[in-house]
């Protein structure tokens, strides 16, 4: 395992950029916030935002997810002051912990949203998947790519995945793209290889099946099709940290519908630490969750646990006897940089 030295490494922007960027944008507010009583929540919301996470990256992890937490849902109130068209003031939480969870590991803990309230009104604004009522963190948490290098102990198979453009493609005419970081499970052979030159006896229907089929959760993936025709091979890319990865194409009309490759990247994915990524739908519609709402339901999780069960959050996050600490303290410590990030692009988007 390498360990990442500086924030280019990691691909992070640091912190006091993120939120130097976000302060520039209160002297003329995006979006609908330039109204004067609008103004003056998302000025407001921003400042207590940045200044809660500024005392959260102070502390050490007893307290940390409290204070995270109520930042990122003052944040909320500058992405709702920006982009809800009505009911823009949010109020109360909008999710629960979930009943029943003592004495169960981190990763099965559980997650009630409701259908009113600050979580549910941001799910509306962002046109985001909403998280089904007992949601387990386990199920959340490899959704954000910053808790790869750590993941959680139990956690579930759903990901987030990076798309690229292929510039060689779009300079030709043939909208392409690249998705990466799909299990490495789906470049194994379905069959033995009769031949390897050839890739005779290889079930290359089946492997498109089950790449397809894993795939269907993301409906901004929808629109693909494969360069080759069934039964033959895809194309899949093993790399390293077991993943692999496979170019897709879009419907020519792409290129006119889009100024850019990114502006096409924009329409499918999020912007996230300088790539762009796809999130499945977690209530089996048609829209991705976005990642803001997935920080949203775990960092409230963790507060609730620090807050209202301290001994058991002492035991989680000490690193001498619990393999949930590290992972804890990893999430903790990239939230004070990912979640600005985020928020940046949401209030530009």
Known sequence: MSIYTTYA??????????WSALRALRSGPPGLAGSEDRRQVFSSALEQAEQLFGAAASVGVATKPLLAFYGLSQAGRAVAAVHAADEWRLRGHGITAGKGDRGKSLAEMTVDPGPRGSFGRLVSVLESSTVPIQTQLGDLWPLLNETARHPLPGSGDDRSLS???ERTGWATGIPAVRVLEIPARFAEGVEPELSYASGLGRDYAAQADALDHYLSRYPTLSDRTSFTSSGQPIGLQPHDEGTCSVIFRWPDETLTRYSSP?????????????????????????KPVHPLMVWWAILFRLSM???YEPEDWATMTNVNISTDAVPIEHLLGTAMSAVPELLFHVLVR
């Open 9 to 18: 490494d990691a691909g992070e922007v640091p912190p006091e950029r993120s």
């Open 305 to 307: 646990l620090a807050r």
């Open 163 to 165: 798309v690229s453009t």
């Open 262 to 286: 990114d502006a096409f990247l924009g329409s499918i994915g999020v912007r996230s630490r300088a790539s762009w990524r796809v999130y499945p739908a977690l209530d089996g519609g048609n």
